[in-house]
């Protein structure tokens, strides 16, 4: 194994890959990690607990939480800094 990564809470779902990143949500955090190296490159905080996969399309990550709402992150790999919030769907 090249890296792990302890999280302070258990992950609900299945992490997602996109662009050499991965996703997961831990409680009410969504985190977004390097998957070369399992560095942190940001975290969100939700109003609820992420429950259920992190979902991937067009280079997107979609996750949703406890509350009924869907948030959305992706832009190119390259591109920072990482965007500042989550986009929630209506």
């Known amino acids: 194994m090249e890296w792990v990564r302890q999280t302070e809470q258990p992950i609900v779902g299945a992490p997602a ?3 050499g990143e991965i996703a997961y949500g831990e409680g009410n955090t969504f985190e ?3 998957a070369a190296n399992g560095q942190l490159l940001y975290s969100y905080q939700l ?3 992420v429950y259920g996969a992190v979902s991937v399309a067009r280079s997107q990550f979609y996750v949703g939480d406890l509350n009924g709402a869907v948030y ?4 190119e790999p390259r591109q ?3 965007p ?4 929630r769907l209506p």
């Open 84 to 87: 500042t919030q989550l986009s």
């Open 72 to 75: 959305a992150s992706g832009w």
């Open 17 to 19: 890959y996109v662009n």
């Open 47 to 49: 109003p609820a607990a």
């Open 80 to 82: 920072r800094p990482p």
């Open 32 to 34: 977004v990690i390097n």
